[in-house]
């Protein structure tokens, strides 16, 4: 039977597993596979299993049990593996691998932030701004003339493009001290940033008072949304 697997922890790591909840319905009993090394956290993997809240935080609640008590690597919701030979064996080829990232996250989590900024209020700074942009814009309304506009628009574009990407690496390097280290995704198309943050557990407040700094400053223009603490997904 495919055996779902919840996290990788260290052979010596408390497992504290009564009480806790498995995927799937009924819920799945929850058991440990060893190596001399590792301990690995699974279940059996339920037929048709999908994203539904009851699993998605049944999951996160023996992530979230296990990161108490010492460095875990969370696997993402819905990893199943052929079965649970198969899982000891990626343990036992794995082990140093999982080994040093394990030491690399101890007593670390995950912060994500994304930043967005208001569409008109970047669009009047390009144009303040913009000498090209605008002498286009002026020869295109005198002109009305559809390649002007098309070039309008590809230039625009182009501004809001690089001044994105230019906002995102200020915000990054502002809060890189307050974090161990980061890691970029790709923004959605209300955002000029989503980054996630690995941050001491001990260092918590203080990013989260940086990122406050950083908003505050930015002004009403910008809408800053910081989700955390979270097993650190985006560093495993």
Not at 43 to 50: C, E, H, K, Q, T
Not at 144 to 152: I, K, P, S, T
């Amino acid at each position: 039977m495919p055996t779902y697997i919840y996290a990788i922890t260290g052979a010596g790591h408390p497992l504290p597993l009564d009480g806790l909840n498995g995927v799937g319905e009924p819920p799945a009993a929850l058991r440990t596979l060893r190596t001399d090394r590792l301990a690995a956290v699974v279940s059996d993997a339920p037929a048709g299993l999908r994203a539904k809240r009851r699993d998605v935080m049944a999951h996160q609640g023996v992530l979230e049990t296990l990161m108490e008590k010492g460095a875990t690597l969370p696997m993402r919701f819905g990893l199943v593996g052929p079965g649970d030979e198969e899982v000891v064996a990626a343990l036992e080829r794995e082990a140093d691998a999982y080994g040093q990232r394990l030491a690399e996250l101890d007593g670390q989590v995950e912060y994500n932030l994304k930043a967005g900024r208001d569409e008109d209020d970047l669009l009047r700074e390009i144009m303040a701004e913009s000498d090209e942009v605008r002498r286009l814009s002026e020869r295109s309304r005198a002109r009305g003339g559809q390649d002007d506009r098309l070039a309008l628009g590809e230039l625009v574009a182009r501004e809001v493009s690089a001044r994105h990407a230019r906002e995102a690496e200020e915000v990054s390097g502002r809060l890189a001290g307050a974090a161990t280290r980061g890691a970029f995704a790709e923004p959605g198309p209300q955002h000029f940033l989503n980054l996630s943050f690995l941050v001491p557990r001990e260092g918590t407040d203080a990013f989260v008072a940086a990122v406050r700094r950083e908003a505050e400053a930015r002004g009403d223009a910008y809408t800053y949304t910081l989700t955390g603490p979270l097993p650190p997904y985006s560093f495993v």
